[in-house]
């Protein structure tokens, strides 16, 4: 029992025999609680802010007591107030904390603000009962480059004595400023009332024993990998040893393991152990021990028993309590070596297990590490590099038949390595798929850093085999894909650097095994699935767990860990309705098929069915089902064709591994893509040499000689030219050749030698002038037998139009135009002056959202209205329309029109204004017209017409007018409001 005597110290009572060992627990959830956790939160033991010094400058005056080598303080930097800590390697020691004042189970946090080049310098826990431990970043970071490092110790519960020390340490060139550092016990011990052995009974006990020249040796091994921050191994490092257990005494011999130096922390270090000729403990004859927090205690031990449920090999893996020369270390975890009882204990044939060899990554590591961490391993071929190897090569080379199948199997993981070969002729497939299942599950992704995967060569079917392990490090899960699963949307750009995506690549890009995997992941993601595998290692897992509370009492497997992460992978899996698969009806094709144009958002591959008119029933089957590929994050996305006998509003598809058919609506209308015919037409457009324009850049023009010129190719003429056209040109637009221009467009025909623009075949694509920027003139102009532009969905009404392009018309005529306007002016300024605009198919002139003046034209035999003017400010005078289609002059959407005079014959409505459209007219005659006016609203966003005529002339019109009640029509004194 351990009591307190009256000093407040503590001390063992010597009648009990203690089993327990101290934990140093930084693990990565330690880290994310205590990083976010509120500093505030608990009393601290002792704190400074490097401001204060004691008289003779040695000491920093702190909050309930002094910190050591006060002589650092410096006012060069400082996180807050005006000093901090400097240390470098002429002072390497900062601010010190020293406390003897605990009991076994304290918990202890320090944190402490640096600021360093490369993360010079670390806050270092140390005490005299073997603790060695450097802190890590908390997340917290200020400006100026400050950020805040955070360590927890907790005291061992066999340490009743002794002094825990926590300080700055620089031993670099470099300078370090540390500041603001406290110290407080974020947990009470508690006293144990009873033996710790109590419960222990079953698991097994082992005594390393080693010489004084061997155990000398190992330390100094030690002390040079914390030195150097990294273990690395040499054949001359075992030592000699023996193993007791109970009555049972092994030889052998031991060297240190571990790559990283968190194998060697405090009393806890980890041991590889090979036992002498003909001799085994517990059927293992080469071993590591190791202590649980290396691989995050029982989470390794769940990922092996789950890899052995499935039939997977990997190491045999569980807890000893472990003495050294008959010292207690405590609880190990002990994990078999790469040998032929692997294989064998999992009932298969001894075959050569295989590895990528690392020498290179750790030697980029070790440079790494001597020059303040510069990040290498990128800009170093250490994969591409790496040889093949397989563990006891040396008794491989003894065996003629052993060293065949290492070359056959080298032959397979060179294979695997450079995608020479199918992963079908290289692999055991179906464990493969179950193995990558597992580990995506388990979060067990460090065994797949290609540096840390084994593989077993099965001499039978002379294919490769997974061993797992290694799934862990001591902070969790290793985090270095930053997606739910290996094979979320077979892209390997989220992986981070360093990590060789290839590998990965090569089951993904093949659809059988990704089907395969699909299928494990779906079977071992159903929580049932879970349910058994708890219930089959239940038993041994409550066990293993209070062996480890022995020793760290607040530790409990998170049984809840593996559920939710299935859960996230599970709902991952499932195609969401309205997002995953995005389906568009391009339409009919030519031979009467249906096309759709589908695209795959989800992560994972899908088998697109068919369609069907009701959700509930698929009425047609795609003619091709291949798999559609997951989303790539490509960005944009690229859609597959597919074509069926028939129409739908639902398209059917299924997750290839998953049983259960999706359905999702399609939509009517064809997918978007980065194309519009204007960019197909003028992007990169450069202008040609041309028989029937001469092209002068010097002062960019385009100039069109007199004579007559016939072409079926586009005359496409960018911004910043002049296209000018001689008197007596004649251009004659064929096979749906168009004139486009963005440059303003002068012609100078005469009365005797005018311009003609036609289109003999009748088949012109318009002539059509876009935002030129400069006003364009056309004089004794000949328009006639053009159609409009219809190109590729880009289609206009005018025969001749004008957009934002200003334009003076003269002495022009446009006749026999096949499309909805003969003149069609949009957002422009003009004038149409002795003009004349007849025999067309629809509307003669056609204005929107313009301003201009018709003076003196004459419109005949218009299919439609002679003049349509909407959202427009335009005056009409001297002008006659005969023979419209419809209306003589139709005036819409708020236009403001002024007719000086103007007369419309023999039309169907002489005036029709609409739509808070104003007209005001001086002379105007209408004669033998169906319907003289008409005034109302059309569109529900405006209102009411008005129409005021001073000088009417009226005669022979079948009706006079049509005004809808809230109209008006004055005609000379008399008004007359709408009544309909």
């Known amino acids: 029992m351990i009591i307190r005597n009256d000093k407040s110290t503590w001390r063992l009572n010597p009648r009990v025999i203690v089993y327990v060992v101290g934990a140093l627990l930084i693990t990565g959830g330690a880290f994310a609680l205590l990083g976010n956790r509120n500093q505030a939160e608990g009393p601290s033991l002792m704190s400074t802010d490097m401001e204060e010094v004691s008289k003779d400058g040695k000491k920093f005056i702190g909050v309930n007591g002094e910190f050591s080598q006060g002589q650092t303080r410096t006012d060069l930097e400082a996180h807050k107030g005006k000093y901090s800590s400097l240390i470098y390697d002429k002072q390497e020691f900062g601010p010190t904390f020293e406390t003897s ?14 600021k360093s080049e490369n993360g010079t310098g670390n806050m270092i826990a140390s005490a005299n009962w073997g603790l060695y431990l450097t802190a890590l970043p908390s997340g917290n970071q200020a400006a100026g480059g400050w950020e805040e490092l955070l360590a927890r110790i907790e005291i061992p519960r066999y340490v009743t004595e002794g002094t825990l020390k926590i300080y700055a340490w620089n031993p670099r060139e470099e300078l370090a400023y540390f500041d603001d550092f406290s110290v407080r016990k974020i947990s009470e011990g508690q006293i144990m009332a009873s033996p710790v052995l109590t419960g222990m009974d079953s698991i097994r006990t ?18 040079e990998a914390l030195r150097k921050g990294l273990l690395k191994v040499a054949d001359n490092d075992w030592v000699k040893c023996k193993l007791e257990e109970g009555k049972q005494q092994f030889t052998g011999k031991l060297r240190l393991k571990g790559d ?4 060697l922390q405090g009393q806890k270090w980890s041991y590889r152990i090979s036992l002498g000729q003909g001799q085994s403990w517990n059927r293992l004859v080469t071993f590591s021990v190791q202590s649980p927090t290396t691989r995050h205690n029982l989470s390794e031990w769940v990922y092996h028993k789950w890899l052995g449920m499935e039939d997977i090999l990997t190491p045999r893996y569980d807890f000893i309590h472990l003495k050294v020369n008959n010292v207690d270390k405590g609880i190990f975890a002990y994990e078999e070596h790469f040998v032929k009882q692997i294989p064998e204990y999992n009932m298969r044939r001894e075959g050569p297990i295989l590895k990528f060899i690392e020498d290179g990554f750790w030697e980029v590591q070790d440079l790494s590490m001597q020059n303040n961490n510069v990040w290498l391993e990128n800009r170093v071929p250490i994969f591409e590099s790496s040889d093949i ?23 397979l993981m060179h294979e695997y390595k450079t995608g020479q070969k199918s992963i079908w002729d290289i692999f055991d497939v179906k464990r493969m798929a179950k193995f990558y299942a597992i580990v995506d599950i388990a979060r067990a992704h460090h065994g797949f850093i290609w540096h840390n995967q084994r593989m077993y060569y099965n001499p039978v079917t002379s294919k490769l085999e997974p061993i797992g392990f290694d799934g862990y490090t001591n902070k969790g899960p290793f985090v270095w894909i930053e997606r739910p699963f290996l094979g979320f949307s077979r892209n390997f750009r989220y992986l981070r650097p360093g990590y060789k995506e290839q590998l990965f690549e090569r089951f993904f890009g093949d659809e059988k095994f990704t089907e395969m995997y699909i299928r494990y992941l779906y079977e071992f993601t159903n929580e049932h699935y879970l349910d058994q595998l708890f219930a089959s290692i239940g038993p041994a897992l409550d066990e293993r767990e209070a062996w480890i509370q022995h020793e760290w009492p607040n530790y409990h497997y998170n049984r809840k860990f593996l559920y939710d992460e299935a859960k996230k992978i599970r709902l991952t899996m499932i195609p969401l309705p309205e997002s995953s698969i995005k389906t568009h009806f391009k339409g009919k094709t030519a031979d009467g098929k249906f096309h759709y144009q589908i695209f795959n958002y989800h992560c994972l591959p899908v088998k697109i069915m068919g369609v069907g008119k009701k959700a509930a029933k698929m009425d047609a089957a795609f003619t091709d089902q291949a798999l559609l590929p997951p989303y790539g994050n490509a ?17 059917f598809f299924r997750v290839p591994g998953i049983d259960s058919i999706f359905k999702t609506e399609i939509l009517p209308w064809a997918a978007p893509e980065a194309f519009t015919p204007e960019q197909e037409l003028f992007s990169d457009l450069k202008l040609p040499s041309d028989h029937i324009y001469e092209l002068d850049e010097v002062n960019k023009t385009l100039h069109f000689k007199s004579g007559k010129y016939q072409t079926a190719r586009d005359i496409l003429v960018p911004a910043g030219y002049k296209v000018v056209f001689e008197p007596g040109v004649e251009l004659d637009l064929v096979k749906k050749a168009k004139f486009i221009s963005k440059s303003p467009v002068f012609m100078y025909g005469t009365e005797e030698n005018p311009i003609h623009i036609k289109s003999s075949d009748q088949s012109a694509n318009g002539f059509t002038i876009l935002q030129a920027g400069e006003k364009s003139e056309i004089y004794y102009s000949l328009f006639d037998d053009l159609n409009t532009l219809a190109y590729k969905g880009w289609n206009l009404t005018g025969a001749v139009t004008f957009y934002e392009s200003d334009v003076d018309i003269h002495h022009s005529r446009f006749v026999k135009n096949h499309c909805e306007d003969a003149l069609n002016i949009v957002r422009s300024m003009f004038l149409f002056k002795d003009s004349y605009v007849g025999n067309t198919f629809a509307d003669g002139f056609d204005a929107d959202f313009c301003k201009g003046t018709v003076l003196n034209c004459y419109f005949y035999y218009t299919g439609n209205d002679g003049m349509d003017f909407s959202g427009s400010n335009i005056i009409i005078e001297n002008t006659q329309v005969d023979h419209a289609g419809d209306k003589g002059i139709s005036l819409g959407e708020e236009s403001t029109i002024s007719i000086p005079s103007a007369t419309v014959t023999n039309s169907v409505i002489g005036i029709a204004a609409k739509d808070f459209t104003k007209v005001n007219v001086e002379y105007l005659t209408l004669e033998n017209n169906e319907t003289a006016f008409a005034a109302f609203q059309k569109k529900p966003e405006y209102g009411p017409a008005t129409i005021t005529v001073k000088h009417p002339k009226l005669k022979d019109n079948g009706e006079l007018y049509i005004i809808q009640k809230g109209s008006t029509l004055t005609l000379g004194e008399k008004v007359i409001k709408g009544r309909i």
């Open 101 to 114: 004042d605990f009991r076994p189970g304290d918990i202890f946090e320090a944190r402490i603000w640096r």
């Open 206 to 223: 082992l005594n390393l024993l080693l010489g004084e020249k061997g155990t000398k040796k190992i330390k100094d091994k030690r002390a």
């Open 260 to 263: 990283w130096t968190d194998h």
């Open 389 to 411: 190897s397989a563990f006891s090569m040396g008794k491989m080379k003894k065996n003629p038949a052993l060293m065949q199948q290492f070359e056959l199997a080298q032959n």
């Open 635 to 651: 960005f944009p996305a690229e859609f597959d064709d597919y074509y069926a006998g028939a129409e739908g509003k639902w398209v």
